[in-house]
């Protein structure tokens, strides 16, 4: 039987690494071991990379580069979907990329599980709502910026609701590329 392969997104510029310390964490949790991922990874040029670290339950497998260019996102598909689990950083995406699949005209979909905003199909997502940025307690995947910026006490965890979404001021999208990334001038799709 095959085993269950994970993998981690990590931000390479000018030969410096990102965040490693949460990407470790990340690993840790998910297969239970402490494993050093400065160990693996050597950018190969000063350019801006996504490096793509293949994991499994006993180890490195194995670790990729692509040139990484953000990409322009808008408007938003809102889409409910009860039933996902994407807990861990699978490196098997098809149920969150069926979901992708279904923004129509839309740059990007969010995620709402039982009636609470989750995440994008690439990202965290974060709300301006009563004067302090929140993002979701209930999100799909705990991830590495998320999680930086809750230590960091810039976010705060709360359980979002489609009309908080709504109402709120501004949003903004956080992954290990774009970091806390402010949208303006959005809109979304129900």
């Given at each position: 039987?095959?085993?269950?392969?994970?993998?981690?997104?990590?931000?390479?510029?000018?030969?410096?690494?990102?965040?490693?310390?949460?990407?470790?964490?990340?690993?840790?949790?998910?297969?239970?071991?402490?494993?050093?991922?400065?160990?693996?990874?050597?950018?190969?040029?000063?350019?801006?990379?996504?490096?793509?670290?293949?994991?499994?339950?006993?180890?490195?497998?194995?670790?990729?580069?692509?040139?990484?260019?953000?990409?322009?996102?808008?408007?938003?598909?809102?889409?409910?979907?009860?039933?996902?689990?994407?807990?861990?950083?699978y490196?098997d995406?098809?149920?969150?990329?069926?979901?992708?699949?279904?923004?129509?005209?839309?740059?990007?979909?969010?995620?709402?599980?039982?009636?609470?905003?989750?995440?994008?199909?690439?990202?965290?997502?974060?709300?301006?709502?009563?004067?302090?940025?929140?993002?979701?307690?209930?999100?799909?995947?705990?991830?590495?910026?998320?999680a930086?910026?809750?230590?960091?006490?810039?976010?705060?965890?709360?359980?979002i609701?489609?009309?908080?979404?709504?109402?709120?001021?501004?949003?903004?999208?956080?992954?290990?590329?774009?970091?806390?990334?402010?949208?303006?001038?959005?809109?979304?799709?129900?």
């Amino acid at each position: 039987m095959e085993s269950i392969k994970y993998f981690e997104t990590i931000k390479c510029d000018d030969f410096e690494v990102f965040n490693l310390e949460y990407h470790n964490k990340r690993v840790a949790n998910t297969i239970g071991l402490n494993i050093n991922l400065q160990e693996y990874i050597y950018p190969i040029s000063d350019e801006l990379l996504r490096c793509k670290v293949i994991y499994d339950e006993s180890g490195i497998i194995d670790v990729l580069y692509y040139p990484y260019k953000k990409r322009e996102i808008k408007n938003f598909k809102i889409i409910f979907e009860d039933e996902i689990d994407y807990s861990k950083k699978y490196l098997d995406r098809e149920n969150l990329d069926k979901l992708f699949e279904k923004r129509g005209s839309c740059d990007e979909v969010i995620i709402v599980k039982n009636g609470i905003v989750t995440d994008t199909s690439i990202a965290n997502i974060a709300i301006f709502y009563e004067n302090l940025w929140i993002t979701s307690t209930n999100c799909l995947l705990n991830g590495t910026t998320k999680a930086r910026l809750i230590e960091e006490k810039r976010l705060i965890q709360k359980d979002i609701t489609l009309e908080m979404l709504k109402k709120s001021s501004r949003i903004a999208l956080m992954n290990a590329m774009i970091g806390f990334d402010e949208i303006e001038d959005y809109s979304f799709k129900v």
